[in-house]
């Protein structure tokens, strides 16, 4: 803590003066006395030894005194500022060191980047670029391919179901002609009855064979009416398809003409490299 610190710092400056004190011994030890002739006939012997005696004593008692009085801390005083130093600023050396601290990243970091910038782009390989176009003419070929079989497969499945439409149109067609060709008979046989005079049981007959005719016929002629529409759709649908597959197909067939194009490009970037690499080689030499 603060208060230890202070108490610290007393306690050693007091040491330090003790010892400065102690050092000089004849602070504490009484002066020799040199006796002239007149002290000797002024003074006698125990006059000197008192006097000798005081001295000492008084020396002991003052470093006894300094000694205690550096056991004792002294209260609310600046310890740095008692012995005449001042203690650091540490705030303004972190603040310093912080500045330097930042001064020199910038200075790294300018330095980086005037670095990197003074580096040249580095050159792009050999054939990058027609391996790079023959590269992107394969995926587009891919992608042509893809399209291409899906458009067949359309086309197909449309083809297919413009089959089915026909022939179940014709089939109609087909039972309706033939319910016609029943019903003419059944009224012919109604019109024969009548000039023969058949019995009016033959006649329910061939009235009640004639209705039911009739509505097989209706049917029949309404499902001609639908599957019509039915290969209509189909053969719309197939047209559209098959547009769809002449596109695809006139795509793919461009994307292999590209992928051509692009391989002919880097065979023969490759022969010009191949070329000027020998003559590099020849001039070295040289």
Known sequence: SNSNSKYIA?????????AA???????FVPAPIVQSSTQLHSRNNNDDIFEGAKSAV??????????????????????????????PNVKAE??????????????????????KAATPAAAPA??????????????SLSTSNTALSSAKSSAKTAESTLSKAKSTRESSQKKAMELKKDLVEVNDKLAKGKKEGKTAQVMELYTKSADNIKLQLSAAEKAVTTSKSSEAAAA?????????????SKTESAAQKSVADAEKKLEGASKKLKE??????????K
Do not use: C
């Open 126 to 139: 050999p054939l990058a670029s027609e391996k790079a176009t023959l590269e992107y003419a394969k995926a």
């Open 276 to 285: 000027s690499q020998k003559k590099a080689e020849k001039q070295a030499k």
């Open 21 to 27: 004190l102690l050092g000089n011994t004849h602070a």
């Open 10 to 18: 007393t306690m050693r400056l007091s040491i330090l003066a003790l």
């Open 94 to 115: 972190s603040a310093t060191s912080t500045k330097t601290t930042t001064t020199a990243a910038v200075k790294t970091t300018t330095a980086a980047t005037k670095t």
């Open 236 to 248: 719309k649908d197939l047209s559209t398809k098959q547009s769809s597959l002449s596109t695809a």
């Open 58 to 87: 008084l020396g002991t008692v003052t470093a006894a005194t300094l000694f205690m009085g550096a056991m004792v801390p002294i209260p609310n005083v600046d310890v740095a500022n008692a012995a005449g130093l001042t203690a």
